[in-house]
């Protein structure tokens, strides 16, 4: 009984997924009894896009990704987004966390959004019944390799929910059991992060090297999206434990030398040609990315896309849509773009205005609603998690930490020359430090901003961000989203508490 009300749960979900969702092709189940169900190989597909459908909403149609951006950043309202949202974004912004707690208004209840961590446990869940039942399929309906198949896949997609929860908030409740109703209390992030990446290294090789379709270029995990997220935990397990560092950053290294292996992925020279195959999602630079194709009938909340903040006409909005709402500070970009950069000029117009001039013209893909003077333009790029340029400058990155500064500047150089800017030349705590901007850089508006602030500690030190923490709130746990615990989950599960620091 405790199994079929997780199938039915699901199958709710999967029933009331909006009828735009053609491309993942989700069949709605009309029962999911232990009888009827995981019998086929179209079984274990549906389920599995179902786990996708989550995910996807995770990305696509919330606010996460802009509000982990702009958090701590150099950026400023320079044009009022309505009523409700310049109050709410300006307190994220200088991390006044309380004051969205009681907060009210639609952008107070989109990033209260990010303060609950249910959805990544319906993800992880999913997966959990995925990896068990789906040895349930007889052999002549799945052969085993698929079977190894859809379970690496149950395992990179709790995973990465895994990667994110201790992103947000720190600390999570671990569990890999299926159907589990357990009471457990929160495991110390560092233990989240070892046990994932045993998980994954254990199921890394069972994923293919490349997808056999095509439809699923770029947003199927592979070997090397595995490889990807494996880098991540092993640096966000860096982080945060206190003993020696050195063999997180060693595995960095070991995986970067296994992701040069596959030639399907490369580094891509900065062109508008290739901003727009990035940030679509299929390109050779993509590791594993959440659609968003507007001819396929998949479409994201607008203001899950940085451009929603950033951009203006012709990007995003109507004609009359002379401003953005948003702007970087003219110092801060000046310094961040200082040298010969072809991205300054590619993904900026009027890049150190400082004024609602300002262009974000990173995300070009577009579709439009409309016609004539009344056509209005919204954001066609897909949520990019993983690609090349961020696993290469990670692997810079590991590599400085081990006080290997030429193999460092061999990695962080790739993504310079790609954009046409000079080499560094750097050493030591200096090197450190160009490295990390260059993933400011290079990475700005795909939702890593603030996760780096935290993961590397600059965030305490003003010469990276002008919300500087004090080391004890920082040690306190300034640093996470708070986490919003109902009165029924808390009756539920007495061992569960939220983040003190915000409480």
Known sequence: ????????????????????????????????????FWQTQDDAESFANGIYVRLRSKFGNSILIPATEMRGN?????????????????????????ALLSGGGTYADRLREVMNWKGWYDVIQASNILHYEVDNIPANQLSATEKSRYKAEAV?????????????YGDAIYYTEAYSQKSLPRTAQVDVMKNCIADMTAYKNDLPVRVTQSSYTGIRP?????????????????????????????AVLELAEELA???????LNKSVENTKLIFKGRSAENLFGILQNFNYGETFSPWSNYSWFFSRYPYRGSMQKVNSHFA???????????????????????????????????FINTY??????????????????????????????????????????????QIRDAAGAPSFTSQGNELKNDIYRERCRELIGEGHYYFDLVRTKRIVNSDFTKRVMTVGNFNAGAWT????????????NPNLIGNTYWN
């Open 1 to 36: 009984m405790k199994k079929l009300k997780y199938l039915c749960v699901l199958a709710a979900l999967l029933c009331s997924t909006s009828s735009c969702e053609k491309f993942l092709n989700v069949v709605p189940i009309d029962a999911l009894s232990g009888n009827n």
């Open 74 to 98: 150099y950026v400023a309202v320079k044009n009022d987004l309505d009523a409700s949202g310049t109050g709410p974004m300006n307190n994220l912004i200088s991390n006044n966390m309380r």
């Open 156 to 168: 990179f997609t709790r995973n990465l929910s895994y990667l994110y929860l201790c992103r947000l």
């Open 222 to 250: 592979t070997r090397a999206s595995a490889v990807a997220l494996l880098m991540h935990l092993n640096m966000w397990a860096a982080a945060w434990d206190t003993n020696d560092k050195k063999p997180y950053y060693t």
């Open 261 to 267: 292996s596959y030639t399907d992925y490369k580094v």
């Open 328 to 362: 970087y500070e003219k110092e801060y970009m000046e310094k961040l773009y200082a040298t010969a950069d072809s991205r300054r000029t590619l993904w900026f117009d009027n890049y150190n205005a400082d004024n609602a001039t300002f262009q974000f013209k990173k």
């Open 368 to 413: 439009s609603t409309g016609s004539g003077s009344n056509v209005t333009m919204f954001s066609d790029d897909s949520a990019i998690i993983f690609r090349m340029s961020d696993m290469i400058l990670l692997a810079a990155e590991a590599a400085a930490e081990l006080d290997d500064d030429e193999l460092a500047k061999s990695y962080v150089n």
């Open 481 to 492: 989203w708070p986490l919003t615990i109902s009165s029924t989950e808390q009756l539920a």
